[in-house]
């Protein structure tokens, strides 16, 4: 089992920056994508990002490409979402998720994809008003 917990968010105006944070614990090990999905309300869950534990390989949407980073610190088990230049439409619930896989192509090869993904925390919420 894995357990993830998200800190972080907030409310900012934009333009503003926020840093996610999500802190894995249970059996994780190298062979694990972490993903950072958003849903915004009415609309459905959009994955924005992913990294391959293994080699810190990564991928990001190009509707954060420029303004978002995913990054990890193995050493704390630690995921963060790095959010520059934020906007009224990255307003939504972000969530991370892992999942166990041998590739990391399946992993950074394109779009996470919610289904996939086996462990999720609860969220953080983030609000940009302009």
């Known amino acids: 089992q894995v357990q993830l917990v998200e800190s972080g968010g907030g409310s900012v105006q934009a333009g503003g920056s926020l840093r996610l944070s999500c802190v894995a614990s249970?059996?994780?090990?190298?062979?694990?994508?972490m993903g950072w999905f958003r849903q915004a309300p009415g609309k459905e869950r959009e994955g924005i990002a992913s990294?391959?534990?293994?080699?810190?390989?990564?991928y990001i949407a190009d509707s954060v490409k420029g303004r978002f980073t995913i990054s990890q610190d193995n050493a704390k088990n630690t995921l963060y979402l790095q959010m520059n230049s934020l906007k009224p439409e990255d307003t939504a619930m972000y969530h991370c998720?892992?999942?166990?896989?041998?590739?990391?192509?399946?992993?950074?090869?394109?779009?996470?994809?919610?289904?996939?993904?086996?462990?999720w925390g609860q969220g953080a919420q983030v609000s940009v008003s302009s």
């Open positions: 998720a892992a999942k166990f896989t041998w590739s990391t192509r399946t992993c950074v090869g394109g779009a996470p994809v919610a289904a996939d993904f086996r462990y």
């Open positions: 249970g059996a994780i090990d190298s062979r694990y994508c």
């Open positions: 990294v391959y534990t293994r080699g810190g390989t990564t």
